[in-house]
């Protein structure tokens, strides 16, 4: 088995704009998601809005600083993501096409592989 | 070297030629690790070396050299699981026998239906794709597979190396796609394949026209396809179109090495066999659903191929088979060949029309046959200067070098009419 992040972005106004019944409907989907992957998922939260988010960066002056804001200034954010353990990248796509999210054109799902200490020399 | 170590060479180049991919395959399945699957297939090749002249060259080569690559990669796993002092999670308990002993053959093709599902998966960018197709299944090396693709042997080398990487780390499995997902899988396949033939047919640069290493293996690779997956028709159209296609691979350079236009072409050395193969083919993929791009593409081919000469064209079927095609896979490099198709149908001003509509067309910016074809419009409209300022265009497009003297020849012509 290895571990991915299946990471949901999108944009975010368009996300802001759903209507409530919009917002059922993708509640809903993401009930159907979780409970196919069912003990596949290891982990996941949505996100709040990115103007909530808080950037800590090095600065040229060797100490760091806190600002507002996410790292990059754009409409596609980070919305939320799953944790999800798989045999192999087929099942994590099979199951990460059901997300909601991907019926909904200025969304896209990113699915990167999380790096196995285990296996690593001791 | 005695006469006799010559004829072992021999034997192994052709072993290589014919089982590299079967036997990277067939370890491959055992290793689940690409890099260690290929270096166990070198050394298995270089026991074939040494093995040969002593024992002989074995009944079935294939075979022989599958059991001693695996059997290198059991060691290799073994040796892997030792220093982890844990047993390897991928080691296929098999059981694999002494060199010579027969393997299933049915298992291997699977094997290699595998591997390029895997070379090929969505996951990689279509650079890594036609990459791990030449370097795993036609055993090119990576220079080779550099200079095919016109990029640097470093650059080719870092590609393959961040493909492989990828494959291993995020996982893409190594199988064939289910039946639910085979169709949009094999189209990356057929993609991939066209593409391997396409830079074959007409090398992007270099003295030589032709690239037969490259043409040769993607039709061996469309022969696999085809035979493992017989019912895929369009697997079996894009094997039509190549062997409609590579018919008339005699008579594209002349004696003297010059380019010699499908106008121009001596019909009678077109190879009537592999047309013949390539129609049949192309009528059992046209009996199967509707057609396909690729079974368009193979009909457009087959009408050249009957053709009894380049005026005696049916051009209005193909006209129509382009516009077909263009509504199946709309592509501005479709268009510039209908717009071709209509200056044969309703004359060089229609053409030109057609073409012209073209221009500005970003992805044909750096397309010299759009370049080209208006020069050879405006020639047979004798707007010389014109004509002489396109064929300019696409000389300076063009790397290679019997395309270059082709387009020189025009120049010269249509600056002294």
Redesign the interface.
């Known amino acids: 088995m290895?571990k991915y992040l299946v990471l949901i972005y999108g944009d975010e106004q368009q996300w802001e704009a759903l209507t409530p019944e919009e917002q059922s409907a993708n509640h809903a989907g993401h009930q159907t998601f979780t409970s196919a992957a069912g003990p596949r998922i290891v982990g996941g939260e949505e996100l709040e809005p990115s103007s909530t988010t808080t950037t800590l960066r090095r600065t040229s002056a060797g100490d760091v600083s806190v600002t507002d804001g996410p790292f990059l200034e754009t409409k596609e954010v980070l919305g939320g993501y799953y944790a999800v353990e798989a045999?192999?990248?087929?099942e994590v796509?099979a199951l990460a096409r059901q997300l909601p999210e991907l019926s909904m054109s200025h969304n896209a799902v990113e699915?990167r592989?999380v790096v196995d200490h285990s296996?690593s020399?001791p | 070297m005695d006469p006799s170590s010559h004829d072992v060479v021999r034997a192994v180049e052709e072993a290589c030629r014919r089982e590299w991919a079967r036997v990277l395959a067939a370890t491959a399945r055992l290793t689940r690790d690409l890099d260690l699957a290929e270096d166990c297939t070198q050394e298995a090749f270089t026991q074939a070396l040494q093995s040969w002249p002593v024992a002989g060259v074995p009944d079935r080569p294939g075979a022989w050299l599958t059991t001693v690559a695996r059997n290198r990669a059991r060691d290799a796993l073994r040796r892997e699981a030792r220093?982890?002092t844990t047993l390897p999670r991928l080691v296929v308990a098999d059981v694999v026998g002494a060199p010579g002993d027969a393997e299933p053959t049915p298992a291997i093709d699977d094997d290699r239906l595998r591997l390029i599902f895997t070379c090929c998966?969505p996951?990689l960018s279509r650079e890594a794709q036609v990459a791990l197709t030449l370097r795993l299944l036609c055993g090119l090396t990576t220079a080779d597979v550099a200079r095919a693709f016109l990029v640097q042997e470093s650059t080719m080398a870092a590609r393959l190396t961040r493909a492989k990487r990828k494959i291993a780390?995020?996982?893409?499995?190594y199988?064939v796609?289910s039946p639910e997902?085979l169709p949009q899988r094999l189209a990356a396949v057929l993609d991939v394949l066209q593409l391997v033939f396409t830079t074959g047919h007409s090398a992007p640069r270099g003295a030589d026209l032709i690239n037969s290493e490259l043409l040769d293996h993607a039709l061996g690779l469309a022969r696999v396809l085809h035979d493992l997956l017989p019912h895929e028709s369009e697997a079996t159209a894009l094997l039509a179109l190549m062997l409609l296609t590579d018919a008339r691979r005699a008579s594209r350079v002349s004696a003297s090495g010059e380019l010699v236009l499908l106008a121009d072409q001596d019909r009678s050395r077109w190879d009537s066999t592999t047309i013949a193969e390539g129609i049949d083919l192309l009528v059992g993929a046209l009996g199967q659903r509707p057609p396909g791009r690729y079974a368009v593409q193979a009909a457009l081919a087959a009408v050249h191929a009957e053709a009894p000469s380049w005026e005696a064209t049916d051009w209005a079927e193909i006209v129509a088979l382009y516009s077909v095609l263009a509504r199946l896979w709309p592509s501005p490099v479709v268009e510039l060949n209908r717009a071709v198709a209509v200056s044969m149908l309703d004359g060089p001003i229609a053409g030109l029309a057609a073409l012209d509509r073209l221009l500005d067309e970003p992805a044909l910016a750096r397309y010299g046959y759009l370049d080209a074809a208006r020069g050879d419009l405006l020639r047979r409209l004798e707007r010389w200067n014109e004509a002489a300022a396109a064929y300019e265009e696409a000389l300076r497009l063009t790397d290679n070098d019997v395309e270059q003297a082709f387009l020189r020849r025009r120049i010269a012509e249509v600056r002294t009419t």
């Open positions: 290895a045999d192999d990248l087929d796509i699915i592989p296996t020399m | 220093l982890r998966h996951a780390t995020a996982r893409i499995p199988r796609p997902e």
